[in-house]
C-alpha cells in the first residue's frame, strides 16, 4: 500500500492510498498523515486489492478515528463497496463520499465502471442510461439492495 498527500491548495487535506489493503499496509503512515486535521478527504480510486488481512486493519483503522474527525472516503472501488455493505463495522468513523457502480453490456459481455456521489443515490436505483461502447443500454451489475446497504446505514448516522 502506498500513502501519499494531494497538494490540494484549499479545502481539506487529499490523501490517497494507493496498491494492495494487505497485512503489509502500513496504517501507521495513514494515521499520521491524516492526523491533526478536522476533515480529510482518502481517495481510494488506485486501490488494487484487498485482502482479509486488509479487512481487519482497516477495521481497526476506522474504527479509531476520534469522533470530532471527519473522514470521507471518495473513488471506492467495487470490491471495496462490496465489503462497505457486506461488513457492518467497515465504514467506523468513515463516511463514503463518492464510490464506483459497475454495469454490464448483455449485448457485448463488455463490463464498466462509473462514478457517483453517494449523495445523490438511493435504491431503487434511478440513474441516467449508462451507454456501452457498443451503444446499447448497460445494466447495473450488482444487487442493488445489497451493494448499496451503507446507504441507509450512513443517513441513519448523519
Ligand atoms: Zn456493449
Do not use: H
Amino acid at each position: 500500500m502506498r500513502v501519499f498527500r494531494g497538494d490540494a491548495a484549499e479545502g481539506p487535506k487529499v490523501v490517497y492510498i494507493a496498491g494492495n489493503l494487505d497485512e503489509k499496509a502500513s496504517f501507521a503512515q495513514l494515521r499520521s498523515e491524516i492526523a491533526g486535521d478536522a476533515e480529510v478527504v482518502l481517495d481510494l480510486g488506485n486501490l488494487e486489492r484487498m485482502n482479509s488481512a486488509g479487512v481487519r486493519n482497516w477495521i481497526s483503522f476506522a474504527r479509531d478515528i476520534p469522533n470530532d474527525m471527519r473522514v470521507v472516503l471518495v473513488r471506492c472501488p467495487v470490491f471495496f463497496v462490496r465489503q462497505i455493505s457486506m461488513v457492518s463495522r467497515f465504514l467506523g468513523g468513515t463516511e463514503v463520499g463518492s464510490l464506483y457502480l459497475p454495469f454490464y453490456c448483455e449485448a457485448c459481455d463488455d463490463t464498466d465502471e462509473a462514478l457517483y456521489d453517494a449523495a445523490g443515490l438511493s435504491v431503487p436505483l434511478d440513474l441516467r442510461e449508462v451507454t456501452c461502447a457498443c451503444g446499447e443500454p448497460m445494466a447495473f451489475d450488482e444487487i442493488e439492495e445489497n451493494y448499496l446497504r451503507f446507504l441507509k446505514r450512513q443517513s441513519a448516522s448523519e
